[in-house]
T-cell receptor, first 115, second 113 residues
């Protein structure tokens, strides 16, 4: 299994540009999520999905869109990039177990700089 | 909203020492708690997961405990090695809504050879 994969690893954008961060997992996990990590602030949840066709907002959703057309893929779209979106972005996935025994796995991250 | 605090923010120890990292959280209604390791410029690697019904979990030199009622977890590292140098993050998973993970800012550990 490749686990959770993210592309690209690095990206530089100009203010106002749009782009899509790709995330894929090959573990047949229902739950997928996007976090951003900023110095001194920990990881914050942007959007999440509990299955294909179902998405919801996390703690910091403004400026980002998501969709989930397949179980495997969960892309994150920046509509009009702003310098405040400079961050490291992590995608994660896990199964949906109500018993609490399911580990959440993270991708390697995408480092985004907005000029 | 779940708030997670990790103390200390940074820790430096000589090789071979045993050490304890602390994590506290405000909402005790959790399904589980995960401890992660993050190396500089890398993603998160899961170390241990403790279910809410468990008191502790062990993996090699690592032992994590959970006191859900008081909102605390500790990660014990025995006989520390330079390769243990990394940032350690704890993340409780909420029982409400979509059962998301919430993160603290981590403890940056340096083990000096």
């Amino acid at each position: 299994n490749a686990g959770v994969t993210q592309t690209p690893k690095f990206q530089v954008l100009k203010t106002g540009q749009s782009m899509t961060l790709q995330c894929a997992q090959d573990m047949n996990h229902e739950y997928m999520s996007w976090y951003r990590q900023d110095p001194g602030m920990g990881l914050r949840l942007i959007h999440y999905s509990v299955g294909a066709g179902i998405t919801d907002q996390g703690e910091v959703p403004n400026g980002y869109n998501v969709s989930r057309s397949t179980t495997e893929d969960f892309p994150l779209r920046l509509l009009s990039a702003a310098p405040s979106q400079t961050s490291v972005y992590f995608c994660a996935s896990r199964t949906r177990s109500p018993r609490g025994a399911d580990t959440q796995y993270f991708g390697p991250g995408t480092r985004l700089t907005v000029l | 909203k779940q708030e997670v605090t990790q103390i200390p923010a940074a820790l430096s120890v000589p090789e071979g020492e045993n050490l304890v990292l602390n994590c506290s959280f405000t909402d005790s209604a959790i399904y589980n708690l995960q401890w992660f390791r993050q190396d500089p410029g890398k993603g998160l690697t899961s170390l241990l997961l403790i279910q809410s019904s468990q008191r502790e979990q062990t993996s090699g030199r690592l032992n994590a405990s959970l006191d859900k009622s008081s909102g605390r977890s500790t990660l014990y590292i025995a006989a520390s090695q330079p390769g243990d140098s990394a940032t350690y993050l704890c993340a409780p998973r909420d029982q409400t809504g979509a059962n998301n993970l919430f993160f603290g800012t981590g403890t940056r550990l340096t083990v000096i050879p």
